[in-house]
């Protein structure tokens, strides 16, 4: 390795127990969403995430998730930087952070007929800024602009929709429930 790639020794994903081949999934939807949610959640607790995504979209990669991006993703940063000469990649990668999420939640959400909203496939997370969240947490941050509150709980009936205005979080609930009643000492 080159002083270039030294830093590749020290990446989680050398470890011997980890599979390299989840890291070079064939696709971005459908079956590959799990792999890709796999892969990711590995590199956001890689020491060397910053160098390796900055060196796979220098050497322009083509393939595989490299510092936590994948093909598309490192696609965007790419073009979000030759719309903006003398941006960095850095400036890129915040630039289109938000765009990012959105797309991974549409591309794993199905729009029912009925109006409902569900997540494909169902139960599974996804890593965010290092974090693990649910869908109805992805979905809540996506309507509202800020992250839940507490518990994310659905108030129509039908379990585990992510259509906006069908869930609150524990602030949301708090706000519209009505005043406790207080005891009142009786006059004597």
Same mark, same amino acid.
């Given at each position: 390795? !080159?002083?270039t790639t030294?830093w590749?020794?020290?990446g989680i994903c050398?470890n011997?127990?980890? %599979?390299?081949?989840?890291?070079?999934p064939?696709?971005e939807?459908?079956?590959?969403?799990?792999?890709?949610?796999?892969?990711?959640?590995?590199?956001?607790?890689?020491?060397?995430?910053?160098?390796?995504?900055?060196?796979a979209l220098d !050497? $322009?990669?083509?393939d595989?998730?490299?510092?936590g991006? !994948? #093909? =598309?993703?490192? =696609? $965007?940063?790419? $073009?979000?930087q030759?719309?903006?000469?003398?941006? *960095?990649?850095?400036q890129a990668m915040?630039?289109i952070?938000g765009?990012?999420?959105? %797309?991974m939640?549409a591309? $794993?959400?199905?729009?029912? %007929?009925d109006?409902h909203?569900?997540?494909?496939?169902?139960?599974t997370?996804?890593? #965010?800024?290092?974090r =693990?969240?649910?869908?109805r947490?992805i979905?809540?941050?996506?309507?509202h602009g800020r992250?839940?509150n507490g !518990? #994310?709980?659905?108030?129509?009936?039908?379990s585990?929709?992510? *259509?906006?205005?069908?869930f =609150?979080?524990?602030?949301m609930r708090?706000?519209?429930?009505?005043?406790?009643a207080?005891d009142?000492?009786?006059?004597a």
């Amino acid at each position: 390795m !080159t002083d270039t790639t030294s830093w590749m020794k020290h990446g989680i994903c050398r470890n011997p127990f980890i %599979d390299p081949e989840g890291f070079f999934p064939t696709g971005e939807t459908g079956p590959w969403v799990t792999v890709i949610d796999k892969a990711k959640t590995i590199c956001a607790h890689c020491p060397v995430k910053p160098q390796c995504a900055t060196w796979a979209l220098d !050497t $322009r990669q083509a393939d595989g998730i490299w510092g936590g991006l !994948t #093909v =598309n993703e490192r =696609n $965007r940063i790419l $073009r979000q930087q030759a719309r903006h000469p003398g941006m *960095t990649i850095a400036q890129a990668m915040t630039a289109i952070r938000g765009l990012s999420l959105a %797309d991974m939640f549409a591309a $794993r959400i199905n729009k029912r %007929d009925d109006g409902h909203t569900m997540w494909l496939p169902s139960g599974t997370s996804l890593s #965010v800024d290092g974090r =693990n969240r649910t869908p109805r947490q992805i979905a809540f941050f996506l309507a509202h602009g800020r992250w839940p509150n507490g !518990t #994310v709980r659905g108030t129509c009936d039908v379990s585990g929709c992510l *259509t906006a205005g069908h869930f =609150n979080d524990d602030a949301m609930r708090r706000a519209a429930a009505p005043p406790a009643a207080v005891d009142l000492p009786l006059a004597a």
